[in-house]
């Protein structure tokens, strides 16, 4: 990339530690009204934060009852083997639906897209709100579907089980997840137009911050992916109320019909969660190695590839499910290709750290736990790609362990490291980087303590989706029951310290971390149309034009 | 340097070539995997909520656990009844889905005699994890052959209620009817029958027929109908009055013996 040579702003510097003393975001307009009628990204953003981090917890409740009943071979907690299954059932529900799909482009990608832009928002601020109550409703038939009993379908819903043997109610659900649907399409829709649209003059495609490459991969597929779940859904919903016959073998139906619906939205889902997440991460590894990004087209067509790719690889969920041989050997082959442009990012990534000046702050840390976890869930998934290893690991331990390490040791590893990136630009207050890297120890350790052991267990053939299990796994159980309470104190810490800078953090200065893409060229926390006027784009990977200062403990425009 | 050329090349080339080395043993393993050698020894299937049963059709002879000699490709044919099943054997590397509506299948040959875990590895409703079963690998063929004599039959001398005990576990009934007075998936067996001296005195149970409740005398008759069809009269359950029982096939004998062991129980 040739440099601009420009220097990073127009405008007049923020005044150093001026933050909250101008009119923000924040202070302009006071109200319950004025945030729930609002149409600032950057409210509507911090609005899906907070709901995401409550689901979260929600699912996390889920979690740590799961692993606290697998304590034992036998009835734990529970001595009711459908309650259990409704926890296992929830935990992946809530995870995926409220957190992990809508999760950073929703709660970061609101925030910062327009900014990174130099936009006053993004293209369609009413669809965007309309995406916030879509996203509230789809929570709230969720909540439904709670305190009508739960459901025990594990979050696959497979029929006929959940189209007719379940003793659950499963439409509430089945609906909550279909206008969750719209909400993500809606955003990905509004994403798209606003990076074609409102790009300033001079930020070509290619001088775009890398995350926002992320975030439009992401649009795409959650545009063109997520219709073909609604349909599924419907057509559920018709099965389970009309017994229409589609997935009912008696009626001549097929039930492996209803896993191909499923998994063409399902898998690149599973994409939809993790591009944004390495978008995180390719900003996190730059600015915080004050390294200018390595091999930026590579890692930006990269992003395409897998949002292409994801689209053709979905029958490798099916290998064991009676599809033919030659179904199968065509999604192993494909599967594969989707595993190279992956590799690539992480090159890239380690190439930008190299000769680095590395700061180990609390982003810093996530960015590398991502790097580590996710080539462990990256690896493992060559070993689920591979037919005849699948065979053996298909519906065992192995998958849960792979999809974790891939699910939340990445995904949401790099939402977390996003959040404490942009968390001075998002409140204009710092936490303690001492007890966030403290949390992200524990969540470290007790990440790879819960969920390597289960790599193991699952090899050993422990299925999945079990609520009793026999003696020889005990050992295993209990070390990953251990790993999961660590984890536990590790999130505890972050939501104490993450609380405590919202009351009396330090205020934070517009570039704390010394990064150069627009939303650092602004207060901490941004006014509400966030630029006076239009900033000049330069390198948003260049850092030479800012420079320590130690009085503000943040980083000001080189003034020599 | 903020890219190189020649070393993204390399390094994507590099993994590009080791992905398609490893997909192709994939492949190969798999080909073994899904083709079953034509002179392989076929055993029948079936799984249910929540047991398994296994039929050797050449001598009419229903298990609960799959035996099955050395050193002989041994190929299976599998069906369900109800709902996605999936028949896992960790200690031979095979698996495959159960599908209700088709039959698959899946083929081994075992050379270690002894005695494998079979799991149940589809998500199948409230007792997945219960729905265990053995693969018993002979020393020998002759002892199969053995086994399988005996396999179908009872001792001459052992009474119809002991025969019927047995079944209760051989066919997957303790997995949801208790014997001793709790509430599970299915009605408790105890007091479910009533001696025929005492029916005048003796409450009848409500039953739900066809959407309407009516109270019943608990004779045989009644049990061996709930047995054949068990959405025909439904007694109470943990549930309440739902059903949740697949037809299960049993012989007119082992109805028989499973009635003299319900009537032993007592009230």
Same mark, same amino acid.
């Given at each position: 990339?040739?440099?601009?040579?420009?220097?990073?702003?127009?405008?007049?510097?923020?005044?150093?530690?001026?933050?909250?003393?101008?009119?923000?975001?924040?202070?302009?307009?006071?109200?319950?009204?004025?945030?729930?009628?609002?149409?600032?990204?950057?409210?509507?953003?911090?609005?899906?934060?907070?709901?995401?981090?409550?689901?979260?917890?929600?699912?996390?409740?889920?979690?740590?009852?799961?692993?606290?009943?697998?304590?034992?071979?036998?009835?734990?907690?529970?001595?009711?083997?459908?309650?259990?299954?409704?926890?296992?059932?929830? =935990?992946?529900?809530?995870?995926?639906?409220?957190?992990?799909?809508?999760?950073?482009?929703?709660?970061?990608?609101?925030?910062?897209?327009?900014?990174?832009?130099?936009?006053?928002?993004?293209?369609?601020?009413?669809?965007?709100?309309?995406?916030?109550?879509?996203?509230?409703?789809?929570?709230?038939?969720?909540?439904?579907?709670?305190?009508?009993?739960?459901?025990?379908?594990?979050?696959?819903?497979?029929?006929?089980?959940?189209?007719?043997?379940?003793?659950?109610?499963?439409?509430?659900?089945?609906?909550?997840?279909?206008?969750?649907?719209?909400?993500?399409?809606?955003?990905?829709?509004?994403?798209?137009?606003?990076? =074609?649209?409102?790009?300033?003059?001079?930020?070509?495609?290619?001088?775009?911050?890398?995350?926002?490459?992320?975030?439009?991969?992401?649009?795409?597929?959650?545009?063109?992916?997520?219709?073909?779940?609604?349909?599924?859904?419907?057509?559920?919903?018709?099965?389970?109320?009309?017994?229409?016959?589609?997935?009912?073998?008696?009626?001549?139906?097929?039930?492996?019909?209803?896993?191909?619906?499923?998994?063409?939205?399902?898998?690149?889902?599973?994409?939809?969660?993790?591009?944004?997440?390495?978008?995180?991460?390719?900003?996190?590894?730059?600015?915080?190695?004050?390294?200018?990004?390595?091999?930026?087209?590579?890692?930006?067509?990269?992003?395409?590839?897998?949002?292409?790719?994801?689209?053709?690889?979905?029958?490798?969920?099916?290998?064991?499910?009676?599809?033919?041989?030659?179904?199968?050997?065509?999604?192993?082959?494909?599967?594969?290709?989707?595993?190279?442009?992956?590799?690539?990012?992480?090159?890239?990534?380690?190439?930008?750290?190299?000769?680095?000046?590395?700061?180990?702050?609390?982003?810093?840390?996530?960015?590398?736990?991502?790097?580590?976890?996710?080539?462990?869930?990256?690896?493992?998934?060559?070993?689920?790609?591979?037919?005849?290893?699948?065979?053996?690991? =298909?519906?065992?331990?192995?998958?849960?362990?792979?999809?974790?390490?891939?699910?939340?040791?990445?995904?949401?590893?790099?939402?977390?490291?996003?959040?404490?990136?942009?968390?001075?630009?998002?409140?204009?207050?710092?936490?303690?980087?001492?007890?966030?890297?403290?949390?992200?120890?524990?969540?470290?350790?007790?990440?790879?303590?819960?969920?390597?052991?289960?790599?193991?267990?699952?090899?050993?053939?422990?299925?999945?989706?079990?609520?009793?299990?026999?003696?020889?796994?005990?050992?295993?159980?209990?070390?990953?029951?251990?790993?999961?309470?660590?984890?536990?104190?590790?999130?505890?810490?972050?939501?104490?310290?993450?609380?405590?800078?919202?009351?009396?953090?330090?205020?934070?200065?517009?570039?704390?971390?010394?990064?150069?893409?627009?939303?650092? =060229?602004?207060?901490?926390?941004?006014?509400?149309?966030?630029?006076?006027?239009?900033?000049?784009?330069?390198?948003?990977?260049?850092?030479?034009?800012?420079?320590?200062?130690?009085?503000?403990?943040?980083?000001?425009?080189?003034?020599? | 340097?903020?890219?190189?050329?020649?070393?993204?090349?390399?390094?994507?080339?590099?993994?590009?070539?080791?992905?398609?080395?490893?997909?192709?043993?994939?492949?190969?393993?798999?080909?073994?995997?899904?083709?079953?050698?034509?002179?392989?020894?076929?055993?029948?299937?079936?799984?249910?909520?929540?047991?398994?049963?296994?039929?050797?059709?050449?001598?009419?002879?229903? #298990?609960?656990?799959?035996?099955?000699?050395?050193?002989?490709?041994?190929?299976?044919?599998?069906?369900?009844?109800?709902?996605?099943?999936?028949?896992?054997?960790?200690?031979?590397?095979?698996?495959?889905?159960?599908?209700?509506?088709?039959?698959?299948?899946?083929?081994?040959?075992?050379?270690?005699?002894?005695?494998?875990?079979?799991?149940?590895?589809?998500?199948?409703?409230?007792?997945? #994890?219960?729905?265990?079963?053995?693969?018993?690998?002979?020393?020998?063929?002759?002892?199969?052959?053995?086994?399988?004599?005996?396999?179908? #039959?009872?001792?001459?001398?052992?009474?119809?209620?002991?025969?019927?005990?047995?079944?209760?576990?051989?066919?997957?009934?303790?997995?949801?009817?208790?014997?001793?007075?709790?509430?599970?998936?299915?009605?408790?067996?105890?007091?479910?029958?009533?001696?025929?001296?005492?029916?005048?005195?003796?409450?009848?149970?409500?039953?739900?027929?066809?959407?309407?409740?009516?109270?019943?005398?608990?004779?045989?008759?009644?049990?061996?109908?709930?047995?054949?069809?068990?959405?025909?009269?439904?007694?109470? #359950?943990?549930?309440?009055?739902?059903?949740?029982?697949?037809?299960?096939?049993?012989?007119?004998?082992?109805?028989?013996?499973?009635?003299?062991?319900?009537?032993?129980?007592?009230?």
């Amino acid at each position: 990339m040739s440099l601009s040579g420009a220097n990073p702003q127009t405008a007049p510097p923020p005044a150093p530690g001026a933050v909250g003393e101008a009119s923000n975001y924040l202070s302009h307009a006071r109200g319950p009204l004025s945030w729930l009628f609002t149409l600032d990204h950057k409210r509507i953003g911090v609005m899906y934060l907070v709901v995401i981090l409550a689901s979260f917890l929600l699912g996390g409740i889920f979690a740590m009852l799961v692993r606290t009943e697998l304590w034992t071979p036998g009835p734990t907690i529970t001595e009711n083997a459908t309650t259990y299954n409704k926890w296992f059932t929830l =935990h992946g529900a809530v995870m995926i639906f409220l957190v992990i799909i809508p999760g950073i482009p929703a709660a970061l990608g609101n925030f910062v897209l327009p900014i990174m832009l130099g936009a006053k928002d993004v293209a369609f601020p009413r669809l965007n709100l309309l995406s916030f109550y879509l996203w509230v409703t789809g929570a709230v038939c969720f909540l439904l579907s709670l305190a009508m009993g739960g459901i025990d379908t594990g979050w696959t819903f497979y029929t006929p089980y959940s189209s007719k043997y379940t003793p659950t109610m499963v439409i509430p659900a089945l609906s909550g997840a279909f206008v969750l649907g719209f909400s993500s399409i809606f955003t990905g829709l509004n994403f798209i137009v606003t990076i =074609h649209k409102l790009r300033p003059p001079g930020m070509t495609w290619f001088r775009m911050p890398l995350f926002l490459w992320g975030i439009y991969a992401t649009a795409v597929i959650q545009v063109l992916a997520t219709p073909v779940l609604g349909i599924t859904l419907l057509l559920l919903i018709m099965e389970s109320t009309l017994q229409v016959g589609i997935f009912n073998p008696d009626m001549g139906g097929d039930p492996v019909l209803m896993q191909h619906f499923f998994w063409f939205y399902s898998h690149p889902a599973v994409y939809i969660m993790i591009l944004p997440s390495m978008g995180v991460v390719s900003e996190l590894i730059s600015v915080h190695s004050h390294k200018h990004i390595f091999g930026y087209r590579f890692i930006a067509w990269s992003s395409i590839a897998i949002a292409m790719f994801s689209f053709i690889v979905w029958g490798h969920h099916m290998f064991t499910s009676t599809q033919s041989g030659l179904m199968n050997t065509i999604f192993s082959a494909i599967t594969f290709s989707v595993s190279i442009p992956s590799a690539i990012k992480i090159f890239n990534w380690l190439a930008t750290m190299y000769k680095g000046a590395i700061s180990l702050t609390t982003p810093m840390l996530y960015a590398l736990s991502f790097i580590f976890l996710f080539t462990i869930g990256g690896l493992t998934g060559l070993f689920l790609g591979t037919l005849s290893t699948d065979v053996h690991f =298909h519906d065992t331990y192995f998958v849960v362990a792979h999809f974790h390490y891939t699910m939340m040791g990445s995904a949401l590893i790099g939402m977390f490291g996003g959040i404490h990136h942009w968390w001075p630009k998002i409140t204009g207050r710092l936490y303690s980087e001492f007890w966030g890297r403290i949390a992200c120890g524990f969540v470290f350790v007790g990440f790879n303590i819960t969920f390597f052991t289960q790599f193991v267990m699952g090899s050993q053939g422990m299925p999945r989706r079990y609520y009793n299990f026999v003696e020889q796994y005990t050992s295993y159980h209990q070390v990953s029951t251990i790993g999961s309470y660590i984890m536990l104190v590790g999130f505890v810490i972050m939501g104490i310290y993450l609380m405590q800078s919202l009351v009396n953090g330090r205020r934070a200065p517009a570039n704390p971390w010394g990064g150069n893409s627009l939303e650092w =060229h602004c207060t901490s926390p941004p006014p509400h149309d966030n630029f006076a006027s239009p900033p000049q784009v330069g390198d948003c990977y260049d850092y030479r034009g800012w420079e320590y200062d130690r009085e503000i403990e943040g980083y000001v425009p080189r003034t020599a | 340097m903020s890219h190189n050329t020649a070393i993204e090349v390399v390094w994507t080339v590099v993994p590009t070539i080791l992905v398609v080395f490893i997909f192709w043993i994939g492949l190969k393993g798999y080909l073994t995997l899904a083709t079953p050698p034509g002179d392989a020894y076929t055993v029948d299937v079936e799984a249910r909520q929540w047991s398994w049963s296994f039929y050797y059709p050449t001598a009419g002879v229903d #298990s609960d656990e799959l035996h099955v000699p050395p050193n002989v490709p041994i190929q299976l044919r599998m069906r369900s009844v109800d709902v996605l099943h999936a028949f896992f054997v960790p200690a031979f590397r095979v698996k495959n889905d159960i599908v209700p509506g088709k039959l698959s299948g899946l083929w081994f040959e075992a050379t270690d005699p002894g005695r494998y875990q079979i799991f149940c590895a589809e998500y199948c409703g409230e007792k997945h #994890s219960d729905m265990l079963s053995i693969v018993e690998v002979h020393p020998s063929r002759e002892d199969f052959d053995e086994w399988l004599a005996r396999a179908g #039959s009872f001792p001459d001398a052992m009474p119809a209620a002991e025969r019927g005990e047995i079944l209760y576990k051989k066919k997957g009934c303790i997995q949801c009817h208790t014997l001793d007075g709790v509430e599970s998936t299915g009605p408790t067996w105890k007091g479910l029958w009533i001696k025929e001296a005492d029916r005048r005195q003796a409450t009848r149970i409500p039953v739900l027929v066809d959407g309407d409740m009516k109270e019943i005398v608990r004779d045989e008759a009644y049990l061996e109908e709930s047995m054949k069809n068990p959405a025909a009269k439904l007694a109470r #359950s943990k549930e309440g009055y739902v059903n949740r029982m697949s037809i299960i096939r049993l012989k007119p004998e082992e109805i028989i013996y499973l009635i003299e062991f319900i009537k032993s129980l007592g009230e």
